[in-house]
């Protein structure tokens, strides 16, 4: 699963920087505003984690019955799944099926592995992955922690930046945080950003209720 983001991932920027080269458009901006994306950020830790969760399980986890996760490696797992699954429910129930600028669509089968297979497989891993730790509650704070830091640099950034694509004097990556698009204004955004707040920890605490019926207490 870690291989297949990383090649959806590297597929996508590939595009990306072609399509910004072949039509004159600013290619740093670019580069800086395809890692400014929740959802390739989310991904590009999904696949760290994985792989350091699959390291960990055949160097140890495979051959010691009773070891389960070291911390650090569980509350990272957490934070992943947890950001993985809300990318998978708002993207789709929010951007799936808006119309994007020429020359800016995603490749399809890249799309759907950063926001519906990657997203499932993260969520398949809470329920049914092995030597699971069991968390503290404390833990879903610290999985909030990186949404903050995103929303405050986002929005201190958009305004800054000049859309390589559409050359209005701000870009923001997803409509739902464009206070020029939204009825409300910055009202509307404020209220987007409450309610993903309130499902990122939701969510949080769903990954880190699981884990606690099925994990084992650190010791």
């Avoid at 986890?61 to 934070?79: F, K, N, Q, V």
């Avoid at 600028?101 to 490749?107: A, D, H, K, N």
Wanted: glycine content about 6%.
């Amino acid at each position: 699963m870690a291989a297949a983001i990383l090649t959806a991932i590297i597929a996508q920027f590939a595009k990306t920087l072609a399509t910004a080269t072949e039509l004159g458009r600013d290619v740093p901006t670019t580069v800086a505003n395809f890692f400014s994306f929740f959802t390739i950020l989310s991904n590009v830790g999904a696949a760290v984690v994985l792989v350091w969760a699959a390291v960990w399980f055949w160097m140890r986890g495979r051959r010691d019955a009773a070891a389960s996760e070291p911390r650090s490696l569980a509350l990272t797992l957490a934070c992943a799944s947890t950001y993985m699954v809300v990318t998978g429910i708002v993207y789709n129930t929010l951007l799936r099926g808006i119309p994007l600028p020429q020359g800016s669509e995603p490749i399809p089968w890249s799309n759907e592995i950063l926001h519906l297979v990657g997203p499932l497989f993260l969520l398949l891993d809470v329920l049914v992955g092995p030597a699971r730790r069991c968390l503290g509650w404390r833990a879903v704070l610290a999985v909030d922690a990186f949404p903050i830091v995103w929303v405050v640099y986002t929005l201190v950034r958009a305004p800054l930046t000049t859309d390589p694509v559409s050359h209005d004097p701000w870009w923001y990556p997803y409509p739902f945080l464009n206070p020029h698009v939204q009825p409300w204004g910055h009202g509307g955004v404020a209220l987007y950003v409450v309610v993903i707040a309130v499902v990122i920890t939701v969510v949080a605490a769903g990954v880190v209720w699981v884990g606690r019926r099925r994990g084992r207490p650190a010791r």
